[in-house]
């Protein structure tokens, strides 16, 4: 896309936007907050992260815009026992407490995302980063499985986004508001723009949203990445519309989309290769709250009901030059890679508010197609060949969950019980699709189900301090990508990936005992966890097929895993303008064999001292001890890393009412490093261009009309 980026935002800087204010007479219409206290909702009972029996991080828009986060990578990369892969222009890929792909939901808005794709659930083919990060209002990060609340996908953990509405921005006295951004990203050359426009008409409330980016790939440290460029936009309409006093029905509609282009390659020569890729999701939903309603089985409900469909197209074109008999032929080679997901559900939820009692319950469905295609065209000398794949076949998958959980205050005691049952089904749309592939039987149904608890205690020593004890159970159901996989492979030595529809769901044990307090100036977090995961599907060879000589590969419920680990946080208000803080943590993911997972991480975190009062700054050393604690590749003992540490800068200001302008300075002595997490599982040839960027800087701006 040749657009200006810029231009909305530029114009509305011009004057060319006007905004009104007037006296509103449905003040009883306005969602306004009036509180600056962060609040986490991925329990669905609402909270004080403090509150919570468990770690739970929550990174609000306020700290986003403050560091300059335009990217996962950037949002979460200082949350010990989290870790991001990828970044601008590649696939994103979330890790929390060593595990990483599908096994972890991502649910913005309610919704969850669109799936990953890859091998070895690396996402490496198709990222989770189907969204556009600026729009958030907040992030909630839950360590641990969710499924008693969320069901299958929440195996290891969950990142809950909330976006901005026009309550955001509108007030009981201002009736019409326009905030417009840019910001710059140096590590990956990015500039992006936004413009948020909202209005209230009657007892309604509308928020237009626009944002547009361009840049390139996130950098390494010597700059010998591919060159890519990178753009796009995000578009969409959030209304909310108040009836009477207790109800309110809010709709979404959203359309996201991201392209790469890259044009270099080692093996080619300038202009002899082309890749470019397009994600792009649409989203429709619409919500019906009733709240205060004091019935029997509910005083607050949620009805949600959303279609989305998620896309990922990537072409290559190569210009190939081969020799035969001392003559020079030509060939173009044309591949398409198109990954599709679509979408339809509806989600119940329903709370009721006792003495002493907070109970939430409801009903989950969804209704999810899937389909791979992989497409090439071979031209030489006038003559074309054609062929077309599918690496698993096209599949339906159904599932409904009902989960219940109660929260009981008694005494000193919080006290929380969960469950959660779930039906899964799995339906190929085409029996025999595989055929002409070369897999030459029929597909079958599969169909499993789960119960997932979760148990928690917490006891009060004093409203500054408490201890806490929790366990919750986690499942992945097996997809349609591992249950009707079908890969043949004709190298050396051939192999075939067949179908396994026997598989069985992955499930987890989680474990975690913690202390919060949060005594005057002093605020401490600390957990240890311990989580068993068992059923882990991984392929393996099973056989041979005498027909075709290839090897048979399958997806099998082979591997037990644990996750352990330490992780803390701490803060001080040393005056009534600096704050230090401080976090620090280490994940370690063994095999039953005792062989380490390459999703382990080393002791890392961060110091910093913070700033407050005419304006905002930090200093933040960030660190990882060495990483030698690695699983064991084909060549050898895969890639360890050295310790590393960095400091970065930022600041922020208010130059002028409603005028918000920050600036960030990373990596501020330039040092060359490698983040474990970036090459875990690799060999030594494979890693050479993962070190991290060395000095960059990103400014934000942003003007509230």
């Known amino acids: 896309m040749n657009k200006t980026v810029l231009a909305v935002a530029v114009s509305a800087l011009c004057g060319n936007v006007h905004a009104a204010d007037m006296s509103s007479t449905q003040s009883q219409n306005t969602s306004v907050s009036q509180t600056n206290v962060v609040m986490v909702t991925a329990q669905k009972i609402e909270k004080e992260p403090y509150e919570v029996n468990g770690s739970v991080t929550v990174i609000t828009s306020d700290?986003?815009?403050?560091?300059?986060?335009?990217?996962?990578?950037?949002?979460?990369?200082?949350?010990?026992?989290?870790?991001?892969s990828g970044g601008a222009g590649r696939p994103q890929n979330i890790t929390i407490r060593g595990m990483r792909g599908n096994r972890i939901k991502i649910i913005e808005d309610g919704v969850e995302t669109g799936d990953g794709y890859g091998a070895d659930d690396l996402s490496d083919k198709v990222g989770r980063n189907s969204f556009d990060l600026s729009a958030a209002k907040q992030l909630e990060v839950v360590k641990g499985?969710?499924?008693?609340?969320?069901?299958?996908?929440?195996?290891?953990?969950?990142?809950?986004?909330?976006?901005?509405?026009?309550?955001?921005?509108?007030?009981?006295?201002?009736?019409?508001?326009?905030?417009?951004?840019?910001?710059?990203?140096?590590?990956?050359?990015?500039?992006?723009?936004?413009?948020?426009?909202?209005?209230?008409?009657?007892?309604?409330?509308?928020?237009?949203?626009?944002?547009?980016?361009?840049?390139?790939?996130?950098?390494?440290?010597?700059?010998?990445?591919?060159?890519?460029?990178?753009?796009?936009?995000?578009?969409?309409?959030?209304?909310?519309?108040?009836?009477?006093?207790?109800?309110?029905?809010?709709?979404?509609?959203?359309?996201?989309?991201?392209?790469?282009?890259?044009?270099?390659?080692?093996?080619?020569?300038?202009?002899?290769?082309?890749?470019?890729?397009?994600?792009?999701?649409?989203k429709y939903q619409?919500?019906?709250?009733?709240?205060?309603?004091?019935?029997?089985?509910?005083?607050?409900?949620?009805?949600?009901?959303?279609?989305?469909?998620?896309?990922?197209?990537?072409?290559?074109?190569?210009?190939?030059?081969?020799?035969?008999?001392?003559?020079?032929?030509?060939?173009?080679?044309?591949?398409?890679?198109?990954?599709?997901?679509?979408?339809?559900?509806?989600?119940?939820?329903?709370?009721?508010?006792?003495?002493?009692?907070?109970?939430?319950?409801?009903v989950d469905t969804v209704f999810k197609e899937h389909s791979r295609t992989l497409g090439k065209a071979i031209i030489s000398d006038g003559s074309t060949s054609t062929s077309q794949t599918n690496p698993f076949a096209d599949a339906n998958t159904f599932n409904i969950g009902l989960y219940a959980h109660d929260d009981i205050m008694w005494d000193a005691w919080d006290i929380g019980f969960g469950v959660r049952y779930d039906f899964h089904q799995l339906t190929p749309k085409d029996k025999n699709q595989l055929a002409s592939n070369g897999y030459n039987f029929a597909l079958s149904d599969t169909t499993s189900s789960e119960i997932s608890p979760s148990f928690s205690i917490g006891y009060n020593f004093t409203d500054e301090l408490k201890t806490y004890f929790s366990y919750n159970h986690g499942f992945n159901s097996p997809?349609?990508?591992?249950?009707?996989?079908?890969?043949?492979?004709?190298?050396?030595?051939?192999?075939?990936?067949?179908?396994?529809?026997?598989?069985?769901?992955?499930?987890?044990?989680?474990?975690?005992?913690?202390?919060?307090?949060?005594?005057?100036?002093y605020s401490v977090n600390a957990a240890v966890f311990y989580s068993d995961f068992e059923n882990f599907i991984r392929t393996k060879q099973t056989g041979m097929n005498s027909d075709n000589g290839r090897l048979t590969i399958q997806y099998v419920n082979l591997d037990k895993v644990k996750s352990y680990g330490f992780e803390m946080g701490a803060s001080a208000d040393i005056s009534?303008?600096?704050?230090?803080?401080?976090?620090?943590?280490?994940?370690?993911?063994?095999?039953?064999?005792?062989?380490?997972?390459?999703?382990?991480?080393?002791?890392?975190?961060?110091?910093?001292?913070?700033?407050?009062?005419?304006?905002?700054?930090?200093?933040?050393?960030?660190?990882?001890?060495?990483?030698?604690?690695?699983?064991?590749?084909?060549?050898?003992?895969?890639?360890?890393?050295?310790?590393?540490?960095?400091?970065?800068?930022?600041?922020?200001?208010?130059?002028?009412?409603?005028?918000?302008?920050?600036?960030?300075?990373?990596?501020?002595?330039?040092r060359e490093y490698v983040r474990y997490q970036d090459v875990g599982g690799m060999s030594d040839a494979q890693s050479k261009y993962n070190a991290e960027a060395g000095r960059n800087f990103n400014v934000f701006v942003k003007y509230n009309f």
């Not at 006295?173 to 951004?181: D, Q």
């Not at 030595?493 to 005992?513: C, R």
């Not at 401080?582 to 064999?593: C, K, R």
Request: charged share 25%.
């Open 576 to 670: 009534e303008t600096v704050t230090a803080s401080g976090s620090v943590g280490v994940v370690t993911a063994e095999e039953e064999n005792g062989a380490y997972v390459e999703t382990s991480t080393p002791w890392e975190g961060n110091l910093a001292l913070h700033y407050s009062q005419d304006f905002d700054a930090f200093v933040r050393w960030s660190f990882a001890a060495a990483m030698n604690k690695v699983p064991t590749c084909s060549d050898g003992e895969c890639v360890t890393t050295a310790g590393w540490g960095t400091v970065d800068l930022g600041l922020s200001y208010e130059p002028i009412t409603d005028l918000f302008i920050s600036g960030n300075l990373n990596n501020l002595f330039d």
């Open 145 to 282: 499985a969710g499924s008693s609340l969320y069901g299958s996908g929440a195996l290891g953990g969950l990142i809950v986004i909330t976006t901005k509405d026009a309550s955001d921005y509108l007030t009981p006295s201002k009736n019409t508001a326009v905030e417009v951004s840019t910001n710059y990203v140096g590590e990956s050359d990015k500039i992006k723009g936004t413009v948020n426009f909202a209005q209230r008409i009657g007892s309604s409330e509308h928020l237009i949203r626009y944002s547009q980016w361009m840049g390139g790939e996130s950098e390494n440290y010597t700059g010998e990445v591919y060159d890519r460029d990178v753009d796009g936009f995000d578009l969409s309409l959030t209304s909310n519309f108040y009836i009477g006093e207790h109800q309110e029905i809010k709709t979404k509609v959203s359309y996201y989309e991201d392209t790469m282009d890259r044009n270099d390659h080692d093996n080619y020569k300038s202009g002899d290769f082309n890749e470019n890729t397009v994600t792009s999701s649409n």
């Open 63 to 84: 700290e986003l815009e403050r560091e300059g986060a335009t990217e996962l990578y950037d949002s979460l990369k200082n949350i010990p026992g989290v870790s991001v």
């Open 286 to 362: 619409a919500t019906y709250l009733y709240n205060d309603a004091d019935f029997v089985l509910f005083d607050d409900a949620k009805v949600l009901g959303y279609y989305q469909s998620t896309k990922s197209n990537n072409n290559k074109t190569r210009y190939k030059t081969k020799l035969v008999q001392n003559i020079n032929y030509k060939f173009l080679l044309l591949e398409n890679g198109q990954f599709d997901e679509e979408k339809v559900g509806l989600k119940t939820e329903f709370q009721r508010h006792l003495d002493n009692q907070n109970i939430v319950w409801g």
């Open 479 to 521: 997809n349609y990508a591992k249950v009707y996989g079908y890969v043949p492979h004709d190298g050396v030595p051939p192999f075939e990936i067949v179908p396994n529809y026997n598989l069985k769901a992955e499930t987890s044990d989680n474990f975690e005992i913690g202390v919060k307090s949060r005594m005057g100036i």
